[in-house]
């Protein structure tokens, strides 16, 4: 089984019979990075891990079936949206009802049309890649551009529970843009609009990775979920973030500082045990709280179960 690579649409296909699945993969190797599963128990664990756009799925497998297999897709929040096209033995109305019962997004009959087959599985390349912009623009933030509170709200929980899964460290940090209200007696609205669109434009900095994001989580606050990531990277990432808003210096003359700070609450683990997306968030709150009584413009850290430190 091929690594995932980002540089090709994921299509995963899932057959048990060598020749078939080198005719299948002959056909969309040119457009599409393809992988494979003979089973439907490996299919569930590979979507689980690897969230592939689209599934070709023989109807007839080795124990667990095709229909069985796309029901348990279908019936997880975590891989319900991934399209499923049945490759099926049979062209009776009462196979083709079972495909459409069992949460198929649509089949093709065996012996396979090239052309057909591959016209039906770039559609639903192109309505996945139209249901996931459909889906950004409702998680973005209108004003900064980050995500915010409806994205977070749906992916801590999802990312908590596939770090979970595979025992792998999590952080999460809240970051406060500190003396905001008097930024706004001082300058005004619309200078503070300014001021958090370059505030987030400066968080989104130090993540490299496509699985971290930034979200707004309230008027001036931001939360950072950082997968596979512990505390001594979460921290590394902070200072990064305290750094580059002296660089930026955004003058505050309201501020102690005399330019924009915040402070910044994370939370962390080796090993992710605790997937409620509250405690996580009360947990980095209470970091940020302890940042704040520090004087602002530093690093609050609270690892979860462990006790509590503060820097």
Not at 34 to 62: A, M
Not at 65 to 70: N, Q, V
């Amino acid at each position: 089984m091929n690594s995932v690579t980002p540089n090709l649409p994921h299509l995963l296909i899932v057959e048990d019979d060598e020749i078939n699945y080198l005719v299948l993969e002959k056909i969309f190797s040119d457009s599409y990075f393809v992988t494979r599963c003979t089973s439907g128990i490996d299919c569930i664990n590979y979507c689980n891990q690897h969230k592939p756009e689209v599934v070709l799925l023989d109807v007839e497998l080795p124990g667990l079936s095709g229909l069985d297999t796309c029901k348990l897709l279908k019936a997880s929040n975590e891989t319900s949206d991934i399209a499923v096209v049945f490759v099926t033995s049979h062209s009776n109305d009462e196979e083709q009802t079972q495909c459409w019962l069992a949460g198929g997004n649509d089949f093709v009959s065996k012996p396979v049309n090239a052309l057909t087959i591959k016209h039906r599985v770039n559609a639903q390349f192109k309505y996945q890649q139209q249901k996931n912009e459909l889906k950004k623009q409702a998680y973005i933030d209108g004003l900064t551009g980050v995500y915010n509170r409806r994205y977070l709200d749906s992916e801590l929980s999802q990312k908590l529970s596939m770090a979970k899964r595979s025992a792998s460290a999590f952080s999460l940090l809240i970051i406060d843009v500190d003396w905001f209200k008097l930024y706004n007696d001082q300058y005004g609205h619309l200078e503070g609009d300014r001021c958090l669109k370059k505030v987030a434009a400066l968080i989104q900095q130090p993540l490299l990775r496509k699985s971290d994001s930034v979200s707004r989580y309230g008027g001036e606050e931001f939360v950072c979920i950082l997968p596979q990531t512990d505390l001594v990277g979460a921290q590394l990432i902070a200072e990064n973030i305290i750094k580059l808003m002296e660089q930026a210096n955004i003058q505050h003359k309201a501020s102690p500082n005399g330019y924009v700070t915040v402070s910044i609450g994370i939370t962390g683990v080796y090993a992710v045990t605790e997937v409620d997306p509250i405690i996580w968030i009360n947990t980095a709150d209470e970091a940020l709280f302890n940042a704040k009584n520090q004087g602002r413009n530093c690093i609050g850290i609270s690892s979860l179960g462990e006790g509590h430190a503060t820097n």
